[in-house]
């Protein structure tokens, strides 16, 4: 089974609109830490958020901010006020605290913001 | 600070020849995370240095690849007889140890013919 699945492989919105990128994931573990990163057309993998698994509270981090629903397994990043530089690729991660320091990705959104 | 810087940025090699991909972490940074990434795809986990050690090498996908780190700070992840499915980006992370974020690095490109 995949650990980390992002149903959407590309996504619109206009510009200064809200928009969710959707993240479900598969773990066993009780304690795991949740990620998202941005992946601009030049390949740098950026950090934008971060979510434990313990975390009771939503994480935010200036515009975004990550929908975390442990009960349904889901891990939405919601970026709001979109701009045109957000136009990159997206992509949920997984850390189990079982399997030390491994990384496991999504296979990532391709988001595009319209004028 | 700088950040992680990897090199070459691309390389092109014939198929059955010998790659050597390098990584520089941010300093003080105690832990190192090599991944593929083939396109289209998210990174795929190859290995983890903590310190010097491989932590982790699970996700190496045959014994042609293996990677170094002999002063904990630097790592080379060399590929022995290359073939054209080798090609993809290869990215390198860092990150400190108590610290759950990892920084990237801008990826090598490796294409074999």
């Known amino acids: 089974a995949q650990k980390i699945t992002q149903t959407q492989p590309g996504m619109f919105v206009q510009e200064k609109e809200a928009v969710t990128l959707d993240c479900t994931y598969d773990?066993?573990?009780?304690?795991?830490?949740l990620f998202w990163y941005k992946q601009p057309s030049s390949g740098e993998m950026i950090f934008l958020i971060y979510?434990?698994?313990?975390?009771?509270q939503n994480a935010t981090e200036g515009r975004y901010s990550l929908n975390f629903q442990k009960a349904r397994k889901s891990a939405n990043l919601v970026i709001s006020a979109s701009q045109l530089g957000d136009s990159a690729m997206y992509f949920c991660?997984?850390?189990?605290?079982?399997?030390?320091?491994?990384?496991?990705f999504g296979t990532g959104t391709s988001l595009t913001v319209i004028p | 600070g700088a950040g992680v810087s990897q090199t070459p940025s691309n390389k092109v090699t014939e198929k059955g020849k010998y790659v050597e991909l390098r990584c520089d972490p941010i300093?003080?940074?105690?832990?190192l995370y090599w991944y593929r990434q083939s396109l289209g795809q998210g990174p795929e986990f190859l290995i983890y240095?903590?310190?010097?050690?491989?932590?982790?090498d699970s996700g190496l996908p045959n014994d042609r690849f293996f990677a170094v780190r002999p002063e904990g700070s630097v790592s080379t992840l060399k590929i022995q007889r290359t073939e054209r499915g080798d090609s993809a980006v290869y990215l390198c992370?860092?990150?400190?140890?108590?610290?759950?974020?990892?920084?990237f690095g801008p990826g090598t490109r490796l294409t074999v013919l």
């Open positions: 991660a997984m850390r189990e605290r079982n399997t030390g320091n491994q990384f496991y």
């Open positions: 773990t066993s573990d009780q304690s795991y830490g």
């Open positions: 992370a860092s990150s400190q140890w108590d610290y759950n974020e990892q920084f």
């Open positions: 240095f903590q310190g010097t050690g491989a932590a982790d």
């Open positions: 979510q434990g698994s313990y975390d009771e």
């Open positions: 300093s003080g940074h105690t832990a």
